[in-house]
């Protein structure tokens, strides 16, 4: 015969073994620990009173400890009047529901009324309320779901507010188990969600010290509120639709992201009869229709907001009432799905390139005999990326082995090929330019700081102060910034790039296995610029100008004040030694401009904007903190050697093989020195050769717009039959 153990026989003398009805509270007790499990549940079960109340503005405070220690919620709703507070925190007390049958048509967020009587079995509670009837409000404290005290009257205004402190006193369990910092993640995700939704409805979150986390205004729409709580990259690339089927009795609306948009947040809303819900189906649905647009582990920001007939939806599944069941859910969800993806693929006729994205690229069509096999491995270059896609690139003409690749399938390999190069069919040719050898007749000349120098790129020079400028922690912090920011697929798709065409100082095409891409070459040079300046730090080589500038009237150009001029012509002349070591900017003691930093080989900065450049450099960098002064110089060159969005081109005189312009100088400042045909060969030649060799693409141009698919040799065949 089995013995009892040691600890059944405690049990036993706890217990006599009979089924016994539990007191009252103790079931209060079990049901508030379902309902709060932590302070993001009180929050949200008190925000939904708020809401129902009526309430057009609802501050929320939270101590630093995620709330455990003390939160509070104000609201100027209707109210709660005396004789009801006497009962509020007791259990199952609601004013919203009278009988079962109301829950067929329930549109309030509660009716259980177990929150508050939830809050007060957990911690110590205090409501402040008054009704638009009462000469004053009514101060109240409970503990354990009953009214602690007296009531007391109180100074206030219209509306409620309720503190809870110290939240599982009586529960070290379940107070030391909750992580406080994603707690406050919770707390901030569930009331920026209803902030979202409810824009008639002013709310604010905030640490107890007054410190704000989010505020919302009573006249915000959607969209503005999706820029204040989550991010203007999100607010600029939002989509909206309606959702509408009367059979269904389906209204509603979705907000979401653009193909463009991708991000490594998980960003999921949706609302059902207003109340915040989790519905596996609809959610990966939805998602279904981002996946073929979106890259491996990218995700959109998609926000629902959908009214259904309240008697087809049972919303009394889960105390937390998170979860619901609604009839005809198949067909809901089908509905919701296919009206966002006729939204979105209207959207996707002019996205933004998103290189994270498998780009398929064409492979053999046709597989080699057996006998063949060995010399098609000699005579084709396959070359498979990360993600899996061949460039197929004949070795040789004369290739034993040859196979027809389709006319839509080209990828072209180089700028040498005919047909990559589209400004031979776009420009009248008036001569040709060597790419090796470009005319040079009136640039300025470039001295060399050593007689035989290495090469322009990277190159190293056994000089003692530069490599102890290099050892220095700011440029060690500057050059790991670059480094952290760099977007390496997008890195991977400039350099196996080939450019097509110059369009204007600001855009160019290039091509990408077999898209055509739109590039900013305005935006990818500045950063070019300012990685190459970070890098070469003290290792420049001079550009000589041909004539002396005077800062002095390069700074009165920009047309300020007499008195600022002498301030700026002093901030900069003051710093002539440290532009000259780390930067090359050479300035005489009377002055005057001598040298520039050549930074790019064959690259002329437009000089026309020094009197910006020198402005700038005396009033927006901070010379007094090392690492800011490093970077604030380097910035200012970068804006200033980069290309402009537009500049004054001119033709060149005829009888004239250069492409430099011979405007002199007026007022001692320069004129442009680019024609458009300098230019466009400077941005094929110079620009793009060094983007593609050592650029460090920041991650924002994945999302700015700087990088556009614009068409694919397939699709373009379908309509030429040619390319």
Known sequence: MLQASSSDSTNKTSSDGKIKPLSEEVIAKIAAGEVIIGPSNAIKELLENSLDAGADSITIEVSDDAGLKCFKIKDNGCGIGAKDLEIVCMRHTTSKLTSYDDLKTISTFGFRGEALSSVSQCAHVTIISKTQEQECAIKASYKNGHLDGALKKSAGIKGTCITAENLFYDNKTRREAINKSTEMKKITEITRNYALLNTGVSITLKKLDGKPIFHTDTKSTVKQNIKTLFSSKIEKEIMDVDIKNEKLELTGKAYFTNVNFSSKEKEFIIFVNKRLISHRDLKRAVLSVFEPYLPKGGHPFVFLSLMLNPRKVDVNLHPTKKEILFLDQEAIIEEVKETIRKKLLGSNESRVFDIAQKIASPRPSTQPSSSSSSRSKSSLLSNEDEDGDYIVVPASSSSSFTQKEQPKNKVRTSSSDQTGQMERYLTPQKRTIDAEHPPADTEPSVKKRKETPSEDIDSQQDD??????????????????????????????????????????????????????????????????????????????????????????????????????????????????????????????????????????????????????????????????????????????????????????????????????????????????????RLQWITEHVIFPSIKLVFNPPNDMVNDGSVVEIASLPDLFKIFERC
């Not at 697929?489 to 077999?514: A, C, H």
């Not at 055509?516 to 001079?542: C, D, E, G, P, W």
């Open 464 to 677: 003692s102060t530069e490599e102890d400028v290099h050892k220095l922690d700011s440029v060690i912090r500057l050059k790991a910034e670059i480094s952290a920011d760099t977007h390496t697929e997008l890195k991977t798709l400039l350099k196996k790039s080939t450019f097509v065409g110059w369009i204007n100082p600001r855009l160019s095409l290039i091509q990408y296995n077999d898209k055509l891409i739109l590039l900013n070459m305005a935006v990818s040079t500045k950063h070019l610029i300012y990685q190459r300046i970070i890098h070469k730090l003290s290792k420049f080589k001079y550009i000589n100008l041909p004539k002396k500038l005077d800062i002095r009237e390069l700074v009165k150009a920009t047309e300020i004040d007499s008195s600022a001029v002498s301030e700026v012509v002093s901030q900069i002349s003051a710093h002539r030694d440290l532009l000259k070591a780390y930067f090359g900017i050479v300035i005489t003691e009377d002055d005057k401009l001598e040298a520039l930093p050549h930074i790019l080989e064959n690259y002329i900065p437009p000089l026309h904007r020094l009197p910006d450049f020198f402005y700038n450099l005396a009033t927006k960098v901070d010379w007094l903190e090392e690492l800011s002064c490093i970077k604030g110089i380097s910035i200012q060159l970068s804006n200033f050697y980069g290309l402009c969005e537009s500049y004054e081109l001119e033709e060149p005189q005829e009888g004239s093989n250069s492409q430099v312009s011979n405007d002199s100088t007026t007022s001692g400042v320069p004129s442009c020195i680019y024609t458009k045909e």
